[in-house]
Each structure stands twice: as C-alpha cells, then as structure tokens.
C-alpha cells in the first residue's frame, strides 16, 4: 500500500499545473490539508480562501506566529518558501475551486478491523 502511495504521489507531482501545485504536492500539503487544500481533519480548508488572508497566514507563519500549538508544525513549512514560493502558494491556494464529494470517504472508508462496533 505504501508504495502505490508513493507511485500515485509521484505520478500527481510529475503531472502538476504549475509551480505552486508541484510545490503543494512535494511539500507534502496535501498529507494534511487535503489533495485540493478542502481540510481534513483539524487541519484547515484553505481552498479559494482570500489570497491577501493566506498570504498574511503564511508570513505569520515565517515569522514564527501561529494562534494554535497544532499551527507550530506549518512553522517549518512556512519557513522554507522564499518570497516568490509564497506569493505563488497565496495566489495557488486562493484560486481553487475544486470540490469534492463528501461521498467519497464514505466510500473508501472500510471499518473491518478497526475495534469499532
């Protein structure tokens, strides 16, 4: 399973758009955020936010500013873009329209095995 993984990332890094896209996908964004930044989990939806929002978020961020301890982790994330790497992600993120069905976990969800009743 792991390597399917890691073919099926690569086959979308090799195949990305754009810079930022192939910068989202090799930063491993999308391990958190969701493959079109839709959120998962507690990590948030930053998918067609404001790009004046998620750029401020993102400098924060490189400046080592975040308003939650789960927030400290982007730190590192946030550090290693260079200016034009984060003007590029604001502008990337914010453009996004993509949506997904919500269906879809349900379907590739398969609770044989995992203790619950």
């Keep these: 399973?792991?390597?399917?993984?890691?073919?099926f990332t690569l086959s979308v890094t090799l195949l990305a758009s754009n810079d930022a896209e192939s910068l989202?996908?090799?930063n491993a964004c999308n391990s958190c955020h969701g493959m079109?930044?839709?959120g998962m989990g507690t990590a948030p939806r930053l998918q067609g936010k404001k790009e004046e929002v998620l750029?401020?978020?993102l400098r924060d961020l490189q400046h080592g500013k975040t308003r939650t301890t789960s927030g400290s982790v982007m730190i590192s994330f946030?550090?290693?873009l260079d200016n034009n790497q984060t003007i590029a992600m604001a502008k990337?993120?914010?453009?996004?329209?993509?949506t997904v069905d919500p269906?879809?976990?349900?379907e590739e969800y398969d609770p044989a095995g995992?203790?619950?009743s």
């Design 1 to 7: 399973m792991k390597q399917f993984l890691l073919l």
């Design 24 to 26: 989202y996908l090799k």
């Design 36 to 38: 079109y930044a839709e």
């Design 55 to 57: 750029l401020k978020r």
């Design 78 to 80: 946030a550090k290693s």
């Design 92 to 98: 990337y993120l914010s453009s996004l329209k993509t």
């Design 103 to 106: 269906e879809r976990y349900d």
């Design 114 to 116: 995992d203790g619950g």
